[in-house]
C-alpha cells in the first residue's frame, strides 16, 4: 500500500478510536456529574446538551466508518491482496450497529423530551423515563461493543504486515 494511503488510513482510525475513547470515558460521564447537575444546569438541559454532542459524535463515527470501509477497498485496488474477512466482517457489523443510531437516536429524543414535559402526567414521564433507560442501557452496549469493534480495527490497521518468503519486498 503506498505510504500515503497507510498514512490516510492510520490516520482515520486513530480519530475514530480517539473519539469512542474521549466520549466514552469523559465526555459522556461529564453531562451528568454534580458539577454541571443541577448546579450548572437542569437534568433537562444536560440531556439535551448530550444529544446535541452525541448527534455529532454519531455522524463522525459514520464518517471514519465510511471512510474505512472505501480504505479497504483502496487496499484490494493498490495491494491486489485480499482483504481478510475478519475485516470485511468486524467492519460489516460495525456498520450495522452504527446504522441503528439513525432510529434509537430520535426514539431516544422523543423519550426525554417525554420525560421533561410539563404537559406530560406523571404515568406518561415515568413510562418515557424507564423506556429511555431501557434504551439507554441498549446504546451503552453498544457504544462497548463498537469500541472494542474499533480498537480491533485500530489493532489491526496499525500491526505490521506479515511478510511471506513468497513476497518481493521479504526477499530484497
Not at 34 to 47: D, F, I, R, S
Not at 64 to 82: H, Q
Request: proline residues 5%; hydrophobic residues 55%.
Amino acid at each position: 500500500m503506498p505510504t500515503w494511503l497507510r498514512f490516510l488510513v492510520v490516520f482515520n482510525v486513530a480519530v475514530w478510536l480517539g473519539a469512542c475513547v474521549s466520549a466514552t470515558l469523559f465526555i459522556q460521564p461529564l453531562f451528568f456529574t454534580p458539577e454541571v447537575t443541577p448546579g450548572l444546569v437542569q437534568k433537562y438541559t444536560a440531556g439535551k446538551i448530550a444529544q446535541l454532542v452525541f448527534g455529532r459524535y454519531f455522524a463522525l463515527q459514520l464518517w471514519c466508518g465510511v471512510l474505512t470501509a472505501l480504505f479497504l477497498v483502496a487496499e484490494r485496488l493498490t495491494t491486489g491482496k485480499p482483504i481478510a474477512p475478519a475485516r470485511i466482517w468486524v467492519l460489516a457489523g460495525l456498520l450495522g450497529l452504527l446504522g441503528s443510531g439513525f432510529w434509537l437516536l430520535p426514539k431516544m429524543e422523543r423519550l426525554h423530551l417525554v420525560k421533561y414535559a410539563v404537559n406530560s402526567s406523571a404515568a406518561q414521564k415515568l413510562a418515557a423515563g424507564r423506556e429511555f433507560g431501557r434504551w439507554h442501557g441498549v446504546s451503552q452496549v453498544g457504544n462497548l461493543l463498537g469500541g472494542i469493534a474499533v480498537a480491533w480495527i485500530f489493532w489491526r490497521t496499525v500491526s505490521p504486515v506479515k511478510l511471506t518468503r513468497f513476497d518481493p519486498v521479504a526477499r530484497r
